[in-house]
């Protein structure tokens, strides 16, 4: 199992920090705040990221594809940067994932919203009146890491599964579960719970969801042999 820190994913570093806080100007470089990632926000609206005229700190600065994760207050929640066009900065409250070429940051992202990464961030979290995760705790993440070409797909996937079952909370609640296990690595759990949502009477979610079984069938063979080549390695 192709099993990794997330440190070894990319490098994560700090946002940047304000001593006398931010001062918004109609011109200069976005800033993107706590308040740029609310609880129904699935990606930052650029046009609404309060600007200031600050000093350039080219090493700080936002890329397309990064990733960034709140990591102060009750709500860790990651986001993938993408729709840049401007210069902009995040503030001290973040990491910022930079990702290596052989990840999708959509795929981090949706995994580090998921159960099995936000219980590990509660059971992390330092501070009593604070809540926060150390950039240690946060690269100590244990993730499961099949090819990009393979989280590409997943995420695609489970974008179009989600657009058409908005509606079906119960179905979608479980379909995000199957992912969140395949991010875990429990690839037996989320085989079983796609087995019961093939069965939702729904021609297009029926055919995308027997995609991504296909998909992770594909995933567990390609383990399982990983697995044994290791083993008759060792034994030679």
């Known amino acids: 199992m192709n099993e990794k820190n997330l440190e070894e994913l990319g490098e994560i570093t700090s946002g940047r920090g304000f001593k006398e806080g931010v001062k918004v100007e109609k011109d200069g470089i976005s800033v993107v705040s706590m ?75 949706k995994g580090l919203n998921g159960e099995y990464a936000q219980n590990y961030f ?30 590409r797909m997943l995420v695609q996937i489970m974008d ?8 079906i909370q119960f179905c979608r609640s479980q379909l995000l579960k199957a992912f969140d296990l395949v991010f875990e690595g429990k690839l037996d759990g989320s085989e079983q719970i796609l087995t019961q949502l093939m069965s939702v009477d729904n021609n297009e979610f029926i ?5 991504l079984y296909a998909l992770l069938k594909l995933m567990k063979l390609e383990s399982a042999d990983k697995a044994e080549n290791k083993r008759n390695s060792n034994r030679i």
């Open 35 to 109: 308040a740029d990632v609310g609880n129904e926000v699935d990606k930052i609206h650029w046009e609404n990221v309060k600007k200031a005229n600050i000093p350039l700190r080219t090493h700080k600065l936002l890329q397309n594809n990064d990733i960034l994760f709140l990591a102060k207050g009750k709500q860790n929640k990651a986001i993938a940067i993408d729709g840049l066009k401007d210069k902009a900065v995040a503030t001290h409250q973040f990491f910022v994932i930079h990702p290596k070429k052989e990840i999708d940051s959509h795929f981090v992202a």
């Open 122 to 151: 509660v059971q992390n979290a330092r501070g009593e009146t604070k809540r926060h995760i150390t950039k240690t705790d946060l690269g100590n993440l244990k993730v499961f890491v099949p090819p990009v070409e393979q989280q």
């Open 160 to 167: 179009g599964l989600e657009d058409r079952m908005r509606h």
């Open 207 to 211: 055919i995308q969801t027997e995609q």
